[in-house]
C-alpha cells in the first residue's frame, strides 16, 4: 500500500471523531474546497469550505454509532490520491459499507474530494 499523505489521514481521524473533530475537518481543506458525495441518495456537489462543513454536519444529527473507519488500500494517479475505505457500524445495513475517495491536495489542504460508495 502508498503511504497514506497526513492531509489524508488527519481528513480521516477527523471524520472518525464526528462533530468532536469538526474543526480538525474544517481546517483540512483548501478555503476553495469542492466536495462531491452520494450520501443523501443522490450525487450533490458542494464548494468552499463553509458549504462542505454543512453538508458534513448533516450526519453529526444521526451519528453512525460505533462507527470506526479502515483505510483498505491508498492508489495515486497523476495529481490525485485514491482511498479505498471501509466503514462500520452497527448502523450500517449488513454492519459494514464501502466506498472511495479521490482527493486531490494543494499547499498541505484538500483542495477536492470526490467520494463514491461501492
Given at each position: 500500500?502508498n503511504?497514506?499523505?497526513?492531509?489524508?489521514?488527519?481528513?480521516?481521524?477527523?471524520?472518525?471523531?464526528?462533530?468532536?473533530?469538526?474543526?480538525n475537518?474544517?481546517?483540512?481543506?483548501?478555503?476553495?474546497?469542492?466536495?462531491?458525495?452520494?450520501?443523501?441518495g443522490?450525487?450533490?456537489?458542494?464548494?468552499?469550505?463553509?458549504?462542505?462543513?454543512?453538508?458534513?454536519?448533516?450526519?453529526?444529527?444521526?451519528?453512525?454509532?460505533?462507527?470506526?473507519?479502515?483505510?483498505?488500500?491508498?492508489?495515486?494517479?497523476?495529481?490525485?490520491?485514491?482511498?479505498?475505505w471501509?466503514?462500520?457500524?452497527?448502523?450500517?445495513?449488513?454492519?459494514?459499507?464501502?466506498?472511495?475517495?479521490?482527493?486531490?491536495?494543494?499547499?498541505?489542504l484538500?483542495?477536492?474530494?470526490?467520494?463514491?460508495?461501492?
Open positions: 500500500m503511504p497514506v499523505p497526513t492531509e489524508i489521514s488527519n481528513f480521516f481521524l477527523a471524520m472518525q471523531a464526528g462533530k468532536a473533530g469538526a474543526a475537518l474544517e481546517s483540512c481543506f483548501a478555503e476553495d474546497a469542492t466536495y462531491s458525495e452520494p450520501f443523501t443522490a450525487e450533490r456537489h458542494h464548494k468552499g469550505r463553509a458549504e462542505i462543513m454543512k453538508a458534513m454536519a448533516m450526519g453529526w444529527d444521526q451519528p453512525l454509532p460505533d462507527m470506526t473507519i479502515h483505510i483498505d488500500r491508498v492508489d495515486t494517479e497523476p495529481g490525485a490520491v485514491l482511498v479505498h471501509t466503514c462500520r457500524s452497527p448502523g450500517l445495513p449488513g454492519g459494514i459499507g464501502r466506498g472511495r475517495n479521490r482527493f486531490t491536495l494543494k499547499n498541505g484538500i483542495a477536492s474530494l470526490t467520494t463514491t460508495l461501492a
